[in-house]
């Protein structure tokens, strides 16, 4: 079953506009992780948000957690044709135990045009 | 450091057939997992590791077998072959227990 799903489903953008994406999940988390997927490639890791934190910066991302909403957001500012991708969020369950499980959702796949 | 590697890249089966599908980390982790993603669809778990000698199942873990006697192996069996196990696989290894690092893939059809 699918914890994560994220929102829209695609997106297509031009160079230097930002660009966002949501995530909702449905369990209480302990953190939610956020991965990026170039086509033919495994994923990165681009950054951990744990649920007692509400936001997050590296670089050009930005991510928020709002656990009341169960929900999050990756904004991507000026956005270059490097980051067509798809991206991916992940959440674990409070409860999971000794290993930290994670779930995927489905992805939102970034285009970017120069 | 390479990081995490899998083998092969691509394989075909015929189905009924079994085969290993190699995943190996060279960055200590003691945390390993197999995904498989599917089209449309993001990843699910099939088994992972908290450590050598010790395996879990996952979501989705019918039709297929893991082991892990090394830190640095975690080799992924499937037994018997079926369409529904066409897929590409991900072997992923964790320091502690919360960012996961992925190997490249390993795209299987199984006729």
């Known amino acids: 079953s699918q914890q994560g799903e994220e929102d829209p489903q695609a997106l297509s953008i031009q160079e230097g506009e930002n660009a966002t994406m949501n995530c909702s999940y449905k369990?209480?988390?302990?953190?939610l992780q956020w991965y990026r997927q170039n086509s033919g490639r495994g994923l990165v890791h681009l950054i951990l948000i744990r649920s007692n934190e509400r936001e997050k910066h590296s670089g050009r991302l930005r991510v928020t957690l709002d656990t009341s909403k169960k929900s999050s957001s990756l904004l991507i500012t000026a956005s270059r044709a490097a980051d067509t991708a798809s991206y991916f969020c992940a959440t674990d369950d409070l409860f999971s135990g000794g290993y930290n499980k994670l779930i995927f959702g489905a992805g939102t796949r970034l285009a970017v045009h120069p | 450091n390479a990081g995490v590697t899998q083998t092969p890249k691509f394989q075909v089966l015929k189905t009924g057939q079994s085969m290993t599908l190699q995943c190996a980390q060279d960055?200590?982790?003691?945390?390993m997992s197999w995904y498989r993603q599917d089209p449309g669809m993001g990843l699910r778990l099939i088994h992972y590791?908290?450590?050598?000698?010790?395996?879990d199942q996952g979501e989705v873990p019918n039709g297929y077998n893991v082991s892990r006697s090394t830190t640095e192996d975690f080799p992924l069996r499937l037994l018997s072959a079926a369409p529904s196990q066409t897929s590409v696989y991900f072997c992923?290894?964790?320091?502690?227990?919360?960012?996961?690092?992925f190997g490249p893939g390993t795209r299987l059809l199984v006729l």
């Open positions: 369990t209480s988390i302990n953190n």
């Open positions: 590791s908290v450590g050598a000698g010790i395996t």
């Open positions: 960055m200590n982790h003691e945390y």
């Open positions: 992923a290894s964790s320091y502690n227990n919360m960012a996961q690092y």
